[in-house]
């Protein structure tokens, strides 16, 4: 029904190409974010399937029909801006009844919905506020109240809890999955947050210079990612990056890195040989402060966050190491030269020239 | 000991003198503009009260009389004072409306991003700098009997539209409204341009027509800068002078009928020299645009929307 | 697996419908048809503005013979541009402008020092009665020419300034509304920067000179465009205070006298209003985004 079809579709904003040939296929009822820095092209890919820019190239397809010349307002979608854009001369009852009033509802079939939507959004006192009078967190759910209202096809969400504080933050991320849930439409969420990204998202299209760098669901895109950029940009911190070369002897198979080498198991081993160059990435999870470390390092900056801690090294070359450290271990000091053991399982190699996961080929 | 108090009593001393300092520096500050305004604006506007209640003699260096309010009454029941402020009435409601919409208008279609657009934009702000007596003299010669426009266009009333009694008036606002354009038109870009855009494309999406969403959306948002245009359009109507000076003149058939107000204290006090009706006349208008600004404020600003 | 974790999953378009081709060209068109309308109501109204002023630049390039041609010709085949000599000399544009200029000049820069100064020390400095003096300022703005200009006129002759470019400009070099816009932008100011140049060492009028009126430039800019526009284009005043005096007769007046002693002649008195108009008309162009900008800081 609410499908959600990216074809081919390009954007360039005098030299810059802000989204580059974009496919992507967003399914019935799912909640997809695009994820990536700013700039990458994720904001100007909603604003296409809204209407609100046109396209230089491809096409984009709700619910089967090819929508590129269709005005916004005849596309049925419903857009949550990241600054809310409410109507600051009309009361929140009338905010949320404005889409409805252009549909030929009756004045009270309109009056039915928007109490329906104001309950569920706990808006009820604020009916006849103006937005002006509001939180940031209550004029949020206006904003998603209006969205809602028309029941569309499909839900276009920019940024919008960046404008919340951190507490309010984590509370509506929480509601606004369970009302998507709930109300199963298909909803395009944009974020620069990895964590909104991870927590929220059926599946998340990663973009970086408006360049699709992988689709998956989230735990996917964690454990498999499928280039240096996803693998960086996930997880808080991002995983570690170390340019190697493969290394084999009688003990067996490494990557030579700088301060020390890397163990690799047999098929990553086989992976390296195939390729030229590598670039070898480990999580810090997946990295220990060990006597016996086969890395050598020095101490940066330890960061302690209470239920665990980062310690943040450097590898002879320069190259930072994030080390997550459980609570109640010991805490390096800063300068001291530590080694880091390297679990063989949690190593992931990259092509050093493209950046690409190396993979068996299937 | 004796040091102890000395430094003690520094303190609190420096600290006065250093206020002192401060307010003299004040109120020096002000000075000059106090000066100007004492001696041309305060010190009038309280003698022009006295004035009032002055007959002005009907020959020179005799002395005036006090009258008081006799004057008063004589003056605003005269039939060249009630002449005069139905004159100004119809002006202003005919340059007033006109200048505004068309301003807007202009402003609207205007609004996009369109190429070469800068060019339409700098034309139709144009009338800005044109002086008033440049407009007058241009419009003077568009309205001419004999050169101007008029005749080609089929409008040859007898006598002349600048010295017609039914054509003057309108000829005048005409040319008032053709100078105001640019003021409005600037007035009206700045409004729309500060407007929010994403309130705006929120408005696309949720449906509104392009009719709807100007109406509903735009002009509420519009509001203090249409409030703005309205203020600055009576006060340019209330003081049309110069164009009316040029195109018409006082020596001209239909003067009586483009006598606004405030032509007509301009001429009583110069040609009838006659500084007491002139002074009454004054305070009529000043009364009017106070009334008229008050009301403004009163009435629309409650309904203009002042943002998030 | 290894496929789904590089590239999205790419499912072509899903075949459109049959109408879908027919209908987006149908709405290409429309789109056209809507831009095409906006530039017909663009130009429509160019036109209608640039007219007046076209037709007079054409009027005072034709002979005089030809001014009373019906229909009007839209188009000097043969430009008399002696006329434009004439209208400089017999009108003496040359020196109403030199005057003009001087008088504007004394009165925006005589605006622009009493605001500066008066809003300086109504935002940085602490003295008693200092809100009571604002209102007053700000009242000055209620009260409307009409009811000051007879006793001023009075004032002026019997300071003996009739005919003089004191008696032109001293009643205006100060302004309530340039002061109030002038204290709306110190205001902006945070406070710690007073402080932080104090601690460097900064009086008051350093401090004015090198941070305040920096900081306020685009308020003092269009300050400046305001008064000098109401002040090149003021009319009943110096109609008041001037008599036929060369020495001090603004081109606004000149034009008038102009038009009066070129009766036969319109097109000399036209061509005196081309002149008079033409710098401004130029700088309009040139500093045509400036100009918005300041008016519409007012707006604000």
Redesign the interface.
């Given at each position: 029904m609410g499908r959600l079809?990216f074809?081919g579709v390009t954007k360039r904003f005098g030299d810059v190409v802000a989204v580059d040939h974009?496919?992507?296929?967003v399914a019935d009822g799912e909640l997809l974010v695009l994820l990536g820095p700013s700039g990458c092209g994720k904001t100007t890919a909603l604003r296409m399937v809204?209407?609100?820019e046109a396209l230089d190239e491809g096409?984009i397809?709700i619910d089967?029909?090819?929508v590129?010349?269709?005005?916004?307002?005849?596309r049925d979608?419903?857009?949550v801006?990241?600054?809310?854009?409410?109507?600051?001369?009309l009361t929140v009852a009338r905010n949320i009844e404005?889409?409805l009033r252009?549909?030929g509802l009756d004045r009270e079939e309109r009056g039915r919905r928007v109490r329906e939507v104001a309950v569920t959004l706990g808006l009820e006192p604020y009916l006849n506020r103006k937005?002006?009078q509001l939180s940031g967190g209550q004029r949020q759910r206006v904003a998603l109240a209006?969205a809602i209202v028309?029941q569309p096809q499909a839900f276009l969400m920019d940024e919008p809890l960046s404008n919340l504080d951190a507490a309010l933050r984590v509370q509506t991320r929480a509601d606004i999955v369970a009302l998507q849930d709930r109300l199963g439409t298909t909803t395009l969420y944009v974020t620069h947050d990895q964590v909104e990204a991870m927590t929220m998202g059926d599946r998340i299209?990663v973009l970086s210079a408006g360049v699709?760098q992988?689709?998956?669901p989230p735990q996917?895109l964690y454990d498999?990612p499928?280039?240096t950029f996803v693998a960086g940009f996930l997880g808080s911190p991002g995983m570690n990056l170390m340019g190697g070369a493969l290394v084999e002897d009688q003990a067996g198979a490494t990557a030579r890195v700088s301060g020390g080498s890397v163990p690799l198991t047999a098929d990553r081993a086989a992976l390296a040989r195939a390729a030229g160059s590598l670039t070898v990435g480990v999580r810090p999870e997946a990295l220990a402060l060990d006597p016996a470390g086969t890395l050598e390092a020095s101490v940066v900056i330890v960061e302690a966050l209470g239920a665990e801690a980062h310690v943040i090294c450097k590898l002879p070359d320069g190259t930072r190491l994030v080390v997550r450290q459980e609570a109640g271990r010991h805490r390096p000091q800063l300068g001291e030269a530590v080694r880091v053991a390297v679990e063989a399982s949690g190593v992931h190699l990259f092509g050093a020239a493209d950046g690409?996961?190396l993979?068996a080929?299937? | 000991m004796i040091r102890g108090v000395e430094l003690a009593e520094a303190g609190p001393v420096r600290r006065r003198a250093r206020r002192v300092r401060e307010a003299g520096l004040g109120y020096l500050l002000l000075l000059p503009a106090l000066c100007v305004f004492g001696v041309f604006v305060f010190y009038p506007f309280a003698r022009n009260f006295k004035l009032a209640l002055y007959q002005t003699p009907p020959y020179p260096n005799l002395p005036s009389t006090y009258v008081g309010l006799h004057q008063v009454g004589q003056v605003l029941s005269s039939s060249n004072f009630l002449e005069s402020l139905v004159t100004t009435v119809l002006f202003v409601v005919f340059i007033v409306p006109a200048g505004l919409l068309i301003g807007l208008f202009l402003a609207v279609v205007a609004q996009r991003q369109l190429r070469g657009i800068a060019a339409y934009r700098v034309i139709f702000s144009s009338t800005v700098v044109t002086s008033v007596a440049v407009s007058a003299l241009v419009f003077y010669s568009l309205m001419n009997p004999v050169v101007g426009l008029l005749p080609w266009l089929g409008i040859s009333p007898h006598p002349s539209v600048l010295e017609n009694t039914t054509w003057a008036l309108p000829a005048v606002a005409v040319m008032a409204v053709w100078q105001f354009i640019g003021m409005s038109f600037i007035i009206m870009s700045a409004g729309l341009q500060a407007l929010p855009e994403d309130v705006l494309e929120a408005a696309k999406v949720d449906g509104a027509s392009t009719w709807t969403s100007f109406w509903r959306v735009t002009v509420p948002l519009l509001s203090p800068t249409l409030f703005f245009a309205l203020v600055v359009a009576m006060i340019y109507a209330f003081q049309t002078f110069g164009q009316i000076d040029i195109l018409i003149g006082y020596q001209n058939a239909a003067y009586e009928h483009v006598n606004v107000l405030i032509y007509n204290i301009y001429t009583t006090l110069v040609y009838e020299e006659n500084p007491g009706r002139a002074a009454v006349m004054s305070i009529a208008l000043f009364a009017i645009t106070l009334v008229l600004t008050v009301l403004q404020l009163r009435i629309l600003e409650r309904r203009v929307h002042y943002g998030r | 697996m290894a496929a789904d974790a590089l590239s999205a999953t790419a499912l072509g378009p899903s075949a459109p419908h049959a109408s879908v081709p027919d209908a987006s060209a149908r709405r290409r068109r429309s789109r056209r048809g809507r831009l095409a309308v906006r530039y017909a109501l663009l130009t429509a109204g160019a036109l209608i503005v640039l007219f007046p002023m076209y037709m007079t630049v054409v009027n005072s390039l034709l002979a005089p013979a030809l001014l009373d041609r019906q229909p009007p010709l839209l188009f000097p085949v043969h430009p008399i541009w002696d006329t434009y000599v004439r209208a400089w000399t017999m009108g003496h544009l040359g020196v109403y402008l030199r005057n003009s200029v001087i008088q504007t000049a004394i009165i925006v820069t005589g605006q622009l020092v009493t605001s500066i100064l008066a809003a300086y020390s109504f935002v940085f400095l602490r003295y008693p009665l200092r809100r009571t003096l604002f209102i007053v300022f700000l009242s000055t703005m209620m009260i409307p020419f009409e009811v000051t200009m007879i006793t001023n006129l009075d004032t002026i002759d019997s300071l003996g300034w009739y005919n003089s470019f004191q008696g032109l400009t001293v009643p205006f070099l100060a302004t309530g509304f340039g002061t109030f816009l002038l204290r709306q932008a110190f205001l902006q100011i945070p406070k710690d920067l007073k402080e932080a140049a104090a601690l460097d060492g900064y009086g008051h009028f350093r401090f004015l000179a090198r941070v305040a009126v920096p900081l306020a430039r685009p308020v003092v800019a269009a300050l400046a465009v305001f008064s000098f526009l109401s002040a090149w284009n003021q009319y009943l005043w110096p109609l008041l205070v001037t008599g036929d005096n060369d020495n001090v007769r603004t081109v606004q007046i000149g034009l008038k006298a102009l038009q009066g002693s070129q009766i036969q002649d319109l097109n000399v008195t036209l061509a005196g209003a081309v002149i008079a108009v033409a710098p401004l008309l130029i700088l309009l162009v040139i500093f045509q985004k400036q100009l918005v900008r300041s008016l519409t800081g007012a707006v604000k």
């Open positions: 079809v074809d974009l496919d992507l296929d809204a209407g609100l096409t397809a089967g029909q090819v590129n010349d269709v005005e916004p307002k005849d979608i419903a857009m801006f990241q600054t809310y854009a409410l109507y600051p001369h404005f889409p252009q549909r937005p002006g209006r028309r299209a699709l992988q689709v998956a996917d498999r499928g280039n690409r996961r993979e080929a299937a | - | -």
